[in-house]
């Protein structure tokens, strides 16, 4: 099952063979943060299965870390590859909108 | 691909600004609850305020209420439950001095359980008042918050629960103690209930002794000289007396031997008329006496019934005496025996027109001791078990009693109800086996052993002025050695003996080596199922309750071997 291929056309293309580095950035156990981690998870198994990995990073044990990628509000998962580096504010409970923000579906509008 | 190639083409201004754009929209969807702030460069985490919700739901819904305090301990915030605890509406008690709700003497120690808190968390119990006037007893934790102003943590726990399970504990155990102390004093009672058995055993037993010459004495009067007018009345009074006293006895032998079901019905199918008649013969000198006037109604058709005769009787004599008894002198008493065909039973009715029963009693009348009037009852004697005999008697019989009264003064009715026999063959009628005569006796040699020499000596006068040739003895051994010599044809045995049962008498006897024993007639003051089973296989030919009735010891002696 190669869960890539969804329909989207070339669009994903580039997303076929390069494996995916997704970090996300949370503040303890807040619902927020909790909620965006499931998410994630669950976008990842069913779109990148096998070739994803994902760093949580916590801000309040780590504050500093915020700076590398210009945090904000948290949660923020940030897409280091592939290339270019993509943000995508929220918990993601939005899936529709989380495809579009990581590139794994075209922007319909 | 041209979104990309887009994204690839644009700007760090207007990614900038798209990110800005981004992250105020998730804001206003509300999918961030926390942001990250710089201060002096050092970025700081801020959490929204509906973060703590998770903690703020464990607080709301806690079974503890939990309480923030100022300094100067006045509620700053509290959770649902404290309102609760206290009875309180739901509304806010904030700005409300938690020592409020304590009572005024305890203020002083709880000033001083904050003033602690503040150093270390620390615990203790205290007591509230409730709105609705009730105790709060709660166990108290507080603890600095650490803050700069100096708030407390309270946790207030409710021990309602565990007081009302304490004193639960404690009413548990008290039960327990008392339980036991009335098992035992139920088993002491018991002890003493039988002990009260075995002395009216004992007592009634110990007043036939005396009874027995008494009543032979009084019989030999009679015997003597029957043309003395001048003392009849003094021989019957005293013939009257020992009779009621042998009653008396006699109910209390039945209610011991009843108590610890000793007694035996030797059963027979016999015409409940008969029965009725008997008893009817031997109440009338009594009712006549009291100047009462006494109807019997007996039905013209047999009434099978099966039943011990001499019981059966002893019952309605109760009854008959009682009416006569408890009736004021020139009363009415009747006497009917009828069929209830509907319930096949034979019905024996007892009414009289005097004192009645108090409707409070009736229920209770067939207990032990239980007495309808004393003052009555001192008055005409007796002891209160006549009719718990006769109750027992009758449910032994598989019938029962009743007992009506419209009240004190209305007179009173007795119904003996028993089932009546189907299609069974009447015997000869009781009737004329009880009226039998005894027939003319020949002179017999009788030796009497009974180690009571007055009943030896009373009873060997009576059978002496019968006509016959007797040899009392008291000591059973010289009295195996008088059989031996003077060779009686007659032996009249008094069972229960120190020593020498009449049984071993007898034994010895078999041994001497005697060509042939005499009849023997047993005599015994305490005269059970077994004794009588016993004194028959033994070979007596009759067993007599002492004291001996002259008109049985004449049957007795008459009676073919």
Same mark, same amino acid.
């Given at each position: 099952?190669?869960?890539?291929?969804?329909?989207?056309?070339?669009?994903?293309?580039?997303?076929?063979?390069?494996?995916?580095?997704?970090?996300?950035?949370?503040?303890?156990?807040?619902?927020?943060?909790?909620?965006?981690?499931?998410?994630?998870?669950?976008?990842?198994?069913?779109?990148?299965?096998?070739?994803?990995?994902?760093?949580?990073?916590?801000?309040?044990?780590?504050? /500093?870390?915020?700076?590398?990628?210009?945090?904000?509000?948290?949660?923020?998962?940030?897409?280091?590859?592939?290339?270019?580096? /993509?943000?995508?504010?929220?918990?993601?409970?939005?899936?529709? /909108?989380?495809?579009?923000?990581?590139?794994?579906?075209?922007?319909?509008? | 691909?041209?979104? $990309? $190639?887009?994204?690839?083409?644009?700007?760090?201004?207007?990614?900038?600004?798209?990110?800005?754009?981004?992250?105020?929209?998730?804001?206003?969807?509300?999918?961030? $609850?926390?942001?990250?702030?710089?201060?002096?460069?050092?970025?700081?985490?801020?959490?929204?305020?509906?973060?703590?919700?998770?903690?703020?739901?464990?607080?709301?819904?806690?079974?503890?209420?939990?309480?923030?305090?100022?300094?100067?301990?006045?509620?700053?915030?509290? %959770?649902?439950?404290?309102?609760?605890?206290?009875?309180? !509406? @739901?509304?806010?008690?904030?700005?409300?001095?938690?020592?409020?709700?304590?009572?005024?003497?305890?203020?002083?120690?709880?000033?001083?359980?904050?003033?602690?808190?503040?150093?270390?968390?620390?615990?203790?119990?205290?007591?509230? #008042?409730?709105?609705?006037?009730?105790?709060?007893?709660?166990?108290?934790?507080?603890? @600095?918050?650490?803050?700069?102003?100096?708030?407390? +943590?309270?946790?207030?726990?409710?021990?309602?629960?565990?007081?009302? *399970?304490?004193?639960?504990?404690?009413?548990?155990?008290?039960?327990?103690?008392?339980?036991?102390? @009335?098992?035992?004093?139920?088993?002491?009672?018991?002890?003493?209930?039988?002990?009260?058995?075995?002395?009216?055993?004992?007592?009634?037993?110990?007043?036939?002794?005396?009874?027995?010459?008494?009543? %032979?004495?009084?019989?030999?009067?009679?015997?003597?000289?029957?043309?003395?007018?001048?003392?009849?009345?003094?021989? *019957?009074?005293?013939?009257?007396?020992?009779?009621?006293?042998?009653?008396?006895?006699?109910?209390?032998?039945?209610?011991? #031997?009843?108590?610890?079901?000793?007694?035996?019905?030797?059963?027979?199918?016999?015409?409940?008329? @008969?029965?009725?008649?008997?008893?009817?013969?031997? +109440?009338?000198?009594?009712?006549?006496?009291?100047?009462?006037?006494?109807?019997?109604?007996?039905?013209?058709? !047999?009434? =099978?019934?099966?039943? $011990?005769?001499?019981?059966?009787?002893?019952?309605?004599?109760?009854?008959? %005496? %009682?009416?006569?008894?408890?009736?004021?002198?020139?009363?009415?008493?009747?006497?009917?025996?009828?069929? *209830?065909?509907a319930r096949a039973e034979c019905v024996f009715r007892v009414c009289d027109n005097g004192v009645g029963i108090d409707p409070l009693l009736l =229920?209770?009348?067939?207990?032990?001791?239980?007495?309808?009037?004393?003052?009555?009852?001192?008055?005409?004697?007796?002891?209160?078990?006549?009719?718990?005999?006769?109750? #027992?008697?009758?449910?032994?019989?598989?019938?029962?009693?009743?007992?009506?009264?419209?009240?004190?003064? +209305?007179?009173?009715?007795?119904? &003996?109800?028993?089932?009546?026999?189907?299609?069974? *063959?009447?015997?000869?009628?009781?009737?004329?086996?009880?009226?039998?005569?005894?027939?003319?006796?020949? =002179?017999? #040699?009788? &030796?009497?052993?009974?180690?009571?020499?007055?009943?030896?000596?009373?009873?060997?006068?009576?059978?002496?002025?019968?006509?016959?040739?007797?040899?009392?003895?008291?000591? =059973?051994?010289?009295?195996?050695?008088?059989?031996?010599?003077?060779?009686?044809?007659?032996?009249?045995?008094?069972?229960?003996?120190?020593?020498m049962s009449g049984y071993d008498f007898v034994a010895a006897l078999r041994q001497s080596g005697l060509p042939a024993l005499p009849r023997i007639?047993? &005599?015994?003051?305490?005269?059970?199922?077994?004794?009588?089973?016993?004194?028959?296989?033994?070979?007596?030919?009759?067993?007599?309750?002492?004291?001996?009735?002259?008109?049985?010891?004449?049957?007795?002696?008459?009676?073919?071997?």
């Open positions: 099952m190669t869960s890539t291929d969804d329909g989207a056309g070339s669009d994903t293309q580039l997303a076929r063979d390069e494996p995916w580095d997704l970090r996300l950035y949370v503040a303890g156990q807040t619902p927020k943060s909790l909620a965006a981690f499931a998410n994630l998870r669950r976008l990842c198994e069913e779109h990148l299965a096998g070739r994803y990995r994902i760093e949580v990073i916590d801000l309040l044990l780590h504050p /500093r870390l915020a700076r590398d990628d210009q945090i904000v509000a948290i949660p923020t998962l940030v897409r280091k590859l592939p290339d270019p580096i /993509r943000k995508i504010i929220g918990d993601l409970s939005d899936t529709e /909108r989380a495809l579009v923000g990581l590139q794994l579906r075209p922007r319909t509008a | 691909m041209r979104g $990309d $190639d887009a994204e690839r083409q644009q700007t760090p201004e207007s990614a900038r600004l798209q990110e800005a754009e981004e992250t105020l929209a998730a804001i206003s969807r509300g999918e961030v $609850d926390a942001f990250v702030m710089r201060q002096d460069d050092e970025p700081q985490v801020l959490l929204l305020s509906g973060v703590e919700r998770p903690y703020r739901h464990f607080i709301e819904h806690m079974q503890q209420a939990a309480i923030t305090l100022s300094r100067e301990g006045v509620i700053l915030y509290s %959770n649902g439950r404290l309102a609760e605890l206290l009875a309180l !509406p @739901a509304a806010p008690l904030a700005g409300l001095p938690l020592d409020e709700f304590l009572e005024p003497g305890a203020r002083d120690v709880f000033a001083d359980f904050l003033q602690r808190g503040r150093g270390a968390q620390v615990a203790a119990e205290f007591s509230f #008042r409730r709105a609705d006037g009730r105790e709060l007893p709660a166990h108290l934790t507080a603890s @600095a918050l650490g803050d700069t102003q100096g708030s407390l +943590c309270v946790v207030l726990t409710d021990l309602t629960q565990q007081k009302r *399970d304490e004193q639960l504990r404690e009413h548990l155990a008290r039960e327990q103690l008392a339980r036991t102390a @009335a098992e035992k004093s139920a088993r002491d009672l018991r002890v003493a209930d039988r002990r009260k058995d075995e002395f009216l055993a004992m007592l009634a037993h110990e007043l036939r002794n005396p009874l027995a010459p008494l009543r %032979n004495g009084i019989q030999l009067l009679k015997i003597i000289d029957p043309t003395r007018s001048s003392i009849d009345a003094t021989r *019957d009074m005293m013939e009257r007396q020992v009779e009621s006293l042998v009653r008396l006895v006699d109910d209390l032998l039945d209610v011991g #031997r009843i108590s610890q079901g000793k007694i035996h019905l030797r059963k027979t199918v016999v015409d409940a008329r @008969a029965i009725a008649e008997m008893a009817v013969e031997s +109440c009338r000198g009594t009712i006549a006496e009291r100047g009462h006037s006494f109807d019997v109604d007996v039905p013209d058709d !047999p009434l =099978p019934v099966e039943a $011990d005769v001499e019981r059966l009787v002893q019952v309605l004599v109760n009854l008959l %005496n %009682n009416a006569a008894k408890f009736t004021p002198p020139g009363g009415r008493l009747r006497f009917h025996i009828e069929r *209830d065909g =229920p209770r009348i067939f207990d032990l001791f239980v007495q309808s009037d004393p003052t009555i009852v001192r008055r005409e004697g007796g002891l209160g078990i006549g009719l718990t005999v006769a109750s #027992r008697l009758v449910e032994l019989h598989g019938g029962r009693i009743e007992a009506m009264s419209d009240g004190l003064g +209305c007179g009173s009715e007795f119904a &003996v109800r028993l089932p009546l026999l189907a299609g069974a *063959d009447l015997p000869r009628s009781a009737r004329a086996e009880a009226a039998g005569r005894a027939p003319a006796h020949r =002179p017999l #040699r009788i &030796v009497v052993v009974d180690d009571y020499p007055d009943s030896a000596a009373s009873l060997g006068m009576l059978l002496r002025l019968l006509g016959h040739d007797v040899r009392e003895i008291t000591d =059973p051994h010289g009295a195996l050695e008088l059989v031996l010599s003077f060779r009686p044809e007659v032996l009249v045995l008094d069972i229960g003996m120190p020593g007639i047993a &005599v015994s003051g305490f005269m059970s199922e077994a004794d009588r089973e016993r004194s028959a296989a033994s070979g007596f030919s009759a067993h007599l309750a002492k004291p001996v009735d002259l008109e049985h010891l004449r049957q007795a002696l008459a009676a073919p071997t």
